[in-house]
């Protein structure tokens, strides 16, 4: 009898996902026991890869809820220890298949969409944006990475709810491999994460070219993203070292610029994309942000202007790389930014609000354009 309870509890114990890797602790070797006695009380004894991982109440707490769920079981205890080294080298081969000890996951080969969100100024809504569409995206079934290569003004943490009353939640380090935390289903990693006990909110990143392009490389070779559909960079504005070294590191990836409806701000983002360009990345589209404000009665006011966006779509549609559409306009709303300020993107928080329905629909156009890992299951046609 109890040898059936203790099969009915291994089976419960599929469902308990790693909340940084995202597969089962059952698959990755995280359960060490499964003992069931005569009263039908159950102890899990599971393996923690380092002792203080992040994750390690998450797991924890659904190892136990799993565990009491199983058929037979009359009370459940969870027992925590953490893997040997030689537990921990099997976890890590466990991750990363047969691709090596320091896989290139993005190159050319590889069927992960690279997506460079990228704007001529500072100021234009990127981070947000870029943070939304990440989600959006992952709404729709897609598993999606997001890299904050943003390194002087990183703010992707804050927006997805990782950073919180001047901590940020932090990378699981495994000997050379990063597993970046998962905030509302997107895998995200921001230089924001490795400053230690520093607040972010009054920490600076003061570094020149030669470091911002290793501190990419990074984060490109050593974070451990696994089978993504889509990875975006959040760029900083401009033209400088990390667009260029972006470009030189994934010469394959596309580019989403965005820009204001005002016309100096569309003047900076064509320039942004022409830099893009001369590394051999293809421009996919443009999102105009800020667009107008929606008042009560359904009128917009174009607190910026209007027709940025389609200005530097035209600008960057030429005979040589054919048309750049214009994506869509994002209007301006409280709720949008208010969501970003507690960590909850509105594309969750407030769906119908016009500027997350926008991002939203933004995100399935984007899909629309090119295939993924999960192909036509998500309805992705070939690029």
Known sequence: MTGSVEAAVRAALDRVRDPEILRPITELGMVRDVRVD??????????????????????????????????????????????????????????????GAR???????????????????????KSSLTAGLAVALAQ??????????????????GILGLSREGRTEQPTRLDDMILPPVAHGVKTVSIGMFLGDADPRTTAVSWRGPMLHRTIEQFLRDVWFGDLDVL???????????????????????VLVVTT????????????????RQTGQRVIGVVENMAGLVQPDGSVVDVFGSGGGR????????????????LGSVPLSPAFREGGDRGEPAVLATPEDPAAAEVIR?????????RS????????APR
Do not use: Y
Not at 108 to 123: E, F, M, Q
Not at 311 to 326: N, T
């Open 38 to 99: 005569a009263e039908g009380r159950a102890t899990v004894s599971i393996l923690l890869t380092i002792a203080g991982c992040p994750a390690a109440r998450r797991i924890e707490a659904d190892t136990l809820a799993a565990a009491q769920s199983a058929p037979g079981v009359s009370s459940a205890e969870v027992v925590v220890g953490v893997m040997s080294p030689a537990e921990r080298k099997a976890f890590v081969e466990r991750v990363r298949g047969d691709r």
């Open 103 to 125: 896989p290139q996951q993005f190159g050319p080969d590889s069927l992960t969409r690279v997506i460079a969100v990228t704007s001529g100024k500072g100021g234009v809504g």
């Open 140 to 157: 729709q079934g897609l598993s999606v990475g997001l890299v904050d290569a943003d390194v002087f003004g990183f703010s992707i943490p």
């Open 232 to 254: 975006l960079l959040d760029l900083p504005p401009g033209t400088g070292d990390i667009a260029i070294s972006v470009g030189q590191l994934l010469p394959h990836a596309e």
């Open 261 to 276: 409806p005002q016309e100096a701000a569309a003047d900076v983002a064509v320039r942004s994309a022409l830099v893009a």
């Open 311 to 326: 200005l530097v779509a035209q600008r960057l549609s030429d005979d040589e790389h054919g048309e750049v559409p214009l």
């Open 362 to 370: 933004i995100a399935r156009a984007i899909v629309g354009q090119g």
């Open 373 to 380: 890992l999960a192909g036509r299951s998500l309805g992705i």
